[in-house]
């Protein structure tokens, strides 16, 4: 049985992908590191607490020799680095923690499996030519648009808050090791995903959880901040696919064609919720939106171009905003009522 390693799978994306994944290979066994920081929640892991094809470590991606005895220990052939920080508001407030975690975690993971993996540069050591390591990253490295246009995987970086800086950095280690030692790697870059388990601090867990409460809902500044959502699933597929047949050295985006606003995704959310769950008093919810002061070096348009991904490996979302949006509005009540 082939071992993986996964990084932050107890937090919203992983927690996503590890279920699907061990379901559509019952030949592969994962070793989940995840050190439960206030994203992560072994809640969300339920549906494979029992799968013994899932070990979870609680530990940090920084701590060399823990992540040196993983692969000692379990033989991993593969990695698929999830792990984080990822919010932007924190990333203003405290910027240390993610040059620390993205930066720094993920050059302890990269070369704790190039020296597992290989002899030397360009020479993998017998059996282990097939390993490969895959760094989850962020349309956030490229910058901001402007009306029109779409971020490519030509797109030169242009990181603008804490956070997509460190996410660049940590891109840029993963090509390094791919052009100086020839280590086996694929980058994909995503854009805003949405879903089940997404953190309570995020744009559409908020909105939900403030229209149930009664609370006001806030959208920061005007609220035309426009961004390319994508659903979760389909980015866990996309992820997938680009593990087993990207072409090494490669970087794939990954983007939902899915354009809105924030009014746009708050006015959405209060309609289903005015369908499935009225508020007592008869009203709309849309009249709790309200407008708070924008955040610092606020990104005004993401948009992806998925045409590589969609044409190199037959990717496409199989859900647009509207359907996926109701699935995840249905999820949220769920938990929050």
């Known amino acids: 049985m082939k071992t993986l390693l996964v990084t932050g799978c107890a937090g919203f994306i992983g927690s996503n992908f590890v279920p699907y994944f061990l379901a559509k290979y019952p030949d592969i066994r994962l070793i989940n590191l995840d050190l439960l920081t206030y994203a992560g929640d072994m809640a969300n892991l339920s549906e494979v607490k029992e799968n013994e094809r899932h070990i979870f470590v609680r530990g940090d991606i920084c701590d060399r020799p823990l992540v040196e005895s993983l692969f000692n220990d379990y033989d991993i052939r593969g990695v698929i680095h999830f792990a984080a920080e990822s ?75 804490p956070y997509s800086a460190s996410k660049a950095g940590s891109d840029m280690i993963v090509r390094s090791y791919h052009h100086t030692y020839g280590l086996n790697t694929v980058i994909t870059n995503c854009s805003n995903n949405y879903g089940p388990k997404q953190h309570d601090e995020k744009l559409i867990p908020t909105i939900i959880r403030n229209a149930l409460s009664g609370k006001n809902i806030p959208i920061y500044g005007d609220g035309k901040n426009i961004r390319d959502w994508l659903y979760v699933l389909d980015h866990c597929k996309g992820i997938d696919l680009v593990y087993h047949a990207g072409r090494s050295g490669e970087v794939y985006n990954i983007g939902g064609r899915n354009e809105r606003n924030n009014n746009q995704i708050a006015d959405r959310i209060c309609t289903i919720l005015d369908e499935i769950k009225p508020r007592i008093d008869g009203k709309s919810y849309k009249e709790l939106i309200s407008y708070v002061e924008d955040r610092a070096g606020h990104d005004r348009r993401y948009a992806i171009d998925a045409t590589k991904i969609e044409t190199e490996l037959g990717w496409k979302a199989e859900d647009n905003f509207d359907s996926g949006i109701v699935k995840t509005v249905h999820w949220y009540i769920g938990k929050y009522v």
């Open 87 to 161: 919010h932007v508001d924190n990333s203003i407030k405290n910027p240390g923690i993610f040059i620390q975690t993205n930066v720094n975690g993920t050059f302890t993971l990269i070369d704790v499996a190039y020296k597992a993996w290989m002899e030397k540069p360009f020479t993998y050591k017998h059996g282990y030519e097939g390993c490969r390591f895959h760094h989850i990253s962020t349309d956030e490295v490229y910058g901001t648009l402007g009306e029109t246009g779409y971020f490519c995987e030509e797109t030169p970086y242009a990181p603008n808050s």
